[in-house]
């Protein structure tokens, strides 16, 4: 069987640590995409040349026009700018979207029936603006924040209780960062609940409150440590997550930013839930009952979504 093409348009910090990533896990060839002549062919030779030491084979080649990205199985996009120190992550939108338009023809045009990964900041709007600009099938493009936020998380909490982040599982919702919802009841250390972890002493209520909020806000703290850009490995990890479900239909259950159609009363947007990631794209979307703060805070998380999409139709009024 021939191998998987990987196409990754945005070829900075997360595109080089993706292509890095998709050699390493032998997941397919990798072109890598940018506008920046030089780099992606940069990139792509010098992993290429790790690959004789590390013992992978996969094509790794590097385009400056879109039609290096043809009959991609995978898409993943970080095209665009990253955060500077201070700047929040609408800040950003004006310049991605017009990002977004570029990229979501080119996708269009080269390669529409690849499963494609938004990573580009600010998540939620700039998915939605690459679905509209595509015009590809909404259960073929999907949103990567849940996996990162919940796994920030996970690492968080494995450091409090000291125990294997492998025995830890987070559960988030909502959009990134600021507004993520982490459902404490379906957290849990090997199948134990957050609540029932607090209860038995393992930590308090008010250490879990900061282990919240420095998930909540861990984009920002690494951008003040960095001070040029912002967080790499953990989201090119977070995605490489996703691309392989869908490659080899794996059907993992992770929370990724999806477009709903009515579910959790919400219609025509994305916004970060659980799905099921196998060969169809989005195969399914996790619907829980939530209860009264959980709701309070998707709530809100949706209507911060909402204001960044509506900011992108003023912008542009075509999409
Ligand atoms: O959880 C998440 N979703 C995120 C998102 C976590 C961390 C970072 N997140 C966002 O990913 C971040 O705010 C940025 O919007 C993207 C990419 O982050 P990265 O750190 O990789 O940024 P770089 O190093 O600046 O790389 C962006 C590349 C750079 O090489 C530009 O030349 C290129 O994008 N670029 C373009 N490529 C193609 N087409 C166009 N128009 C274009 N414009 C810039």
Known sequence: MARSKIALVGSGQI???LAHLV???????????DIVDGVPQGKALDIAQSSPVDGFDSALSGVSSYEGIADADVVIVTAGVPRKPGMSRDDLIGINLKVMEQVGAGIAKYASDA???CITNPLDAMVWALQQASGLPPEKVVGMAGVLDSSRFRYF???EFKVSVEDVTAFVLGGHGDTMVPL???STVAGIPLPDLVKMGWTTQERLDQIIQRTRDGGAEIVGLLKTGSAFYAPAASAIAMAESYLKDKKRVLPCAAYLTGQ???DGIYVGVPVVIGAGGVEKIVEIELQGDEKAGFDKSVGAVKGLIDACKQIAPNL
């Open 157 to 159: 909490l494995a450091d």
């Open 115 to 117: 499963f494609v990964i």
């Open 23 to 33: 050699g390493l896990k032998e997941l397919g060839d990798v072109v890598l995409f």
């Open 15 to 17: 595109g080089g640590t």
């Open 264 to 266: 959790y009363g919400v």
């Open 184 to 186: 404490a009841r379906y």
